[in-house]
């Protein structure tokens, strides 16, 4: 890269630095390290944990699935518009979900079912998030490497050292001094100065790949696709295997069914304010991609049109050419899965100008980093909060566990280097996140709902969803990594007649089951991640409400746990900020989530959302029956899909975009002034440490409003006689 290039890379990541800096200061407790103190606004918590939800290795991900399977079938994503819009409005399962006041996922989990379930949640949380995280600094390191064209190895005092190892030792020991000095307080603060800056940086890029490429050259070379392969048309997708329209659908029902479980970015998930300030943080949520889904969109469709386009053959050649130097092709199974995921950086230094080959290489290090940090944290605090600390019968000194939260937090990046240095891997990123999150993800959305929405879910129920969800997502990752290795060779070698049984029943499965083709072949386990996701959602919730049913006694008392009625603190019910008129009950005002803390400026952030999704949902169901219903009048053909992506995902976004970089920018701004000034006045609750006491947090206990509970007294006895003189 040109020293232009590394300077616009580099000061900005000073700057983020040296802010993340000034607010070491406010950690003064267990529930500033872990959950920022609950005192975020809405924009801290919308910018900040999009910036770390998009990640580096999410944008190498979707590069590749698009490059590879084009954006047709992105089209169907659609069909959960309304649901999720209705969710983020309604604040479905993250209203309930902050009010239980828990830190962590499975500290809920004990609050609700019981103190073994808490550590078996946590156990696989950790093993399935370690594991999947363990992936990123690879993916980063590698991108960095062949982006920013570094030597293989390089030379410290008369030794040679791999570059890939050294690089990715860089960026991690960045991520985890940020989280060892400030926890969840300095990661949000860095995450959403970052996002600020990356607002101005994916604007760049945008408008740099759509003046270097025209459209007709993009649509040319993405229209020369061979039928069943189709860039634009979702009607035309017949031939893509990894990701076709079954692998969107389950995606659309996992979002809804895990839309809580995945505990990557835990923190962010309880720092709000309140619960109201989290539940519009979630809606704000649906506006802050902007620019950042359409620079990826861009980013895939420019490399694409530059790989196949004859007006860049020559460019071509050269990027075909890079790959073939860099990657022996004939060595390992992974290299064919390294060379397309490097593909797409490569092409786009070959493409981008000087100034902006930094600014790509400056968000791609911002979301890096951004990343790594909100992982390090949760995957570190996780293996504390919910297996040690539930296992020690005296609790820590505020001191001791912010300790042992660190030395976690240091393990894992410790694992994570290791892990990517040798891990050989042979599926897509994405297929990777299926199989390794579905450890734990498999059964959590059924165990999450059910106890926030049900008071017969019984610990019984939550126990039978997790054990099998896990358990079928374990062995689904053992026929994945090893079929074509082991599995498929022993079976042809020993066990001839049972391949040949197995073969004829899933290919006529396959034929028979939409959507899907199982096809058993030497180098492919013929059931995919996204498959064996769907099977084990299926069996965690028939489980889990079956045996609830059958092992229920008494309901669950709901309203305590959600801190509602005459568990609400009057600290609580004084900072409500009710409207002046309050909010009369109807089905608008239930489809739009309005009740009596929607203020005039919520009502219309509210309206605006759900109005700007319908407009498009109805965009898209126009599209539907022009192509199934109404084909024989209105069919858009090739050239009419291409044109419908131009000006929905393009034209639209570019427009949305536009407004939301600079409403999220100020928004952000102003709310980080606010988070100071309320970590500055903040009273920390020395018990706020994410202990549990007879279904209770142990910071409850504290409060009157609880003294009317069954065996309060014993409770707070037996929480002093542990504490003793220690805290």
């Not at 949520?285 to 980013?299: D, E, H, K, P, Q």
């Not at 126990?463 to 374990?474: K, Q, R």
Request: glycine content about 8%; some cysteine.
């Amino acid at each position: 890269m040109h020293w232009i290039d590394w300077a616009i890379c580099i000061v900005p990541l000073l700057v983020v630095g040296f802010i993340g800096l000034q607010v070491n200061k406010y950690v003064k407790g267990v529930s500033d390290f872990l959950v920022g103190g609950r005192v975020a606004g809405r924009y801290v918590v919308a910018v900040a944990s999009g910036e770390a939800g998009l990640g580096l290795i999410t944008v190498v991900a979707l590069c590749e699935m698009y490059y590879k399977s084009g954006f047709a079938i992105g089209f169907w994503g659609m069909l959960n518009k309304p649901i999720i819009i209705l969710i983020a409005l309604t604040g479905f399962a993250v209203y309930r979900y902050r009010e239980t006041r828990a830190m962590t996922m499975a500290q809920y989990f004990e609050v609700r079912y019981s103190k073994k379930f808490r550590i078996f949640a946590g156990i696989l949380a950790w093993v399935s998030g370690v594991i999947n995280y363990a992936l990123f600094p690879a993916v980063g390191g590698r991108f960095l490497i062949y982006f920013c064209e570094l030597p293989e190895t390089v030379s410290i005092l008369g030794l040679q050292f791999p570059t890939f190892g050294l690089v990715m030792a860089c960026f991690l020991s960045v991520a985890v001094t940020i989280v060892l000095i400030g926890g969840q307080i300095m990661t949000m603060v860095t995450d959403c100065v970052a996002g600020i800056f990356s607002y101005v940086l994916y604007a760049a890029i945008t408008i740099t790949i759509l003046a270097y490429f025209s459209w007709d050259q993009m649509q040319d070379a993405m229209l020369a696709r061979p039928p069943g392969e189709s860039m634009f048309d979702p009607f035309d997708t017949g031939k893509l295997k990894e990701f076709n329209v079954f692998y969107v659908i389950v995606g659309l029902m996992g979002s809804i069914y895990n839309m809580l479980s995945w505990q990557g970015g835990q923190g962010y998930k309880a720092a709000a304010a309140s619960p109201h300030e989290q539940k519009m943080g979630n809606v704000l949520s649906t506006w802050r991609t902007g620019f950042s889904v359409l620079m990826v969109i861009l980013l895939a469709a420019a490399a694409f049109t530059y790989m196949n386009h004859p007006d860049f053959a020559t460019g071509a050649e050269a990027v075909q050419q890079e790959l073939h130097q860099k990657i022996n092709l004939a060595t390992e199974a992974s290299t064919n899965q390294i060379r397309e995921q490097m593909l797409v950086p490569i092409a786009l230094r070959h493409i981008l100008p000087v100034g902006i080959v930094g600014a790509f290489c400056a968000v791609m290090v911002f979301l890096l980093i951004s990343t790594d940090t909100t992982y390090l944290h949760s995957w570190g605090t996780i293996f504390v909060q919910d297996v040690v600390l539930p296992l020690r019968k005296k609790p820590f000194t505020p001191k001791q566990q912010m300790w042992l939260l660190r030395f976690s937090i240091a393990g894992v990046a410790f694992f994570a280097f290791f892990w990517s240095l040798y891990f050989n891997q042979v599926t897509y990123i994405l297929m990777f996140f299926a199989l390794t999150g579905s450890v734990y993800l498999g059964g959590a959305g059924a165990v999450i709902l059910g106890g926030l929405y049900w008071k017969r879910g019984t610990s019984a129920g939550a126990w039978a969803a997790m054990i099998s969800g896990s358990s079928l997502a374990v062995l689904g990752f053992i026929l994945t990594q090893s079929w074509a290795g082991y599995i498929y060779p022993f079976l042809s070698s020993e066990m001839p007649g049972f391949l040949a049984s197995l073969t004829t029943t899933l290919e006529s499965l396959g034929s028979i089951l939409p959507f899907v083709e199982w096809e058993v072949t030497p180098d492919k386990c013929p059931i995919s991640g996204q498959e064996i996701y769907f099977i084990t959602m299926c069996s965690a919730v028939f489980l889990y409400i079956t045996v609830s049913l059958l092992t229920c006694k008494e309901p669950f008392n709901l309203d305590r746990m959600l801190h509602r009625g005459k568990y609400m603190r009057e600290e609580d019910r004084e900072a409500r900020p009710e409207c002046e008129h309050g909010v009369k009950k109807n089905w608008k005002n239930t489809l739009l989530g309005f009740d009596d803390q929607f203020t005039r400026g919520d009502k219309i952030l509210s309206v605006s959302v759900f109005a700007y999704s319908m407009l498009l949902f109805a965009v898209w169901i126009f599209a539907v029956l022009c192509n199934t219903v109404l084909v024989k009048y209105f069919a858009f053909g090739p050239v009419g899909w291409a044109n419908y992506f131009w000006y929905v995902n393009i034209g639209l976004t570019l427009v949305i975009g536009t407004v939301t970089s600079v409403w999220f920018s100020i928004g952000g701004a102003w709310d980080l002034r606010r988070l100071f000034r309320r970590l500055a006045t903040l009273k920390r609750n020395v018990n706020d440490d994410g202990r549990v006491l007879g279904h209770i947090n142990a910071e409850d206990l504290s409060f009157k409003e609880v003294e009317d509970d069954e065996d309060i007294e014993q409770l707070v006895a037996i929480d002093s006689d542990q504490s003793g003189s220690t805290r």
